[in-house]
């Protein structure tokens, strides 16, 4: 059973830093692409970034581009979120997501998911 388990929110100012790890267990992890999204307070999930399974490949939301970097360690079954200068606008409950296939391209579509975290939340304040 595959599960995805996500750390590292919590509070912070605007202008500040946070890294959220994703660690996944349940199968291989390295043949397969993951995905960052979030779900902003009375707002609909939206995609934030996503990593290619070799981690040659990544993409990104426009308001996160030069600010979050996402990256992943296949010996440590883990993916990261390192988020800067961060904006109130960037509160949300933060998603960690797995394509079922093995080899897929790094999606910014929620439908190429099938393995979701649980959430961890982010609060960013003025």
């Known amino acids: 059973q595959v599960q995805l388990v996500e750390s590292g929110g919590g509070l912070v100012q605007a202008g500040g830093s946070l890294r959220l790890s994703c660690v996944a267990s349940g199968r291989t992890f390295g043949t397969y692409s993951l995905g960052w999204f979030r779900r902003p307070p009375g707002k609909e999930r939206e995609f934030v970034a996503a990593?290619?399974?070799?981690?040659?490949?990544?993409a990104y939301r426009d308001s996160v581009k030069g600010r979050f970097t996402m990256s992943r360690d296949n010996a440590k079954n883990t993916v990261y979120l390192q988020m800067n200068s961060l904006k109130p606008e960037d509160t949300a409950v933060y998603y960690c997501a797995s394509q079922r296939q093995s080899y897929g391209l790094a999606s910014a579509s929620g439908s190429a998911y099938f393995y979701w975290g649980q959430g961890t939340q982010v609060t960013v304040s003025s």
């Open positions: 990593i290619s399974w070799s981690g040659s490949s990544t």
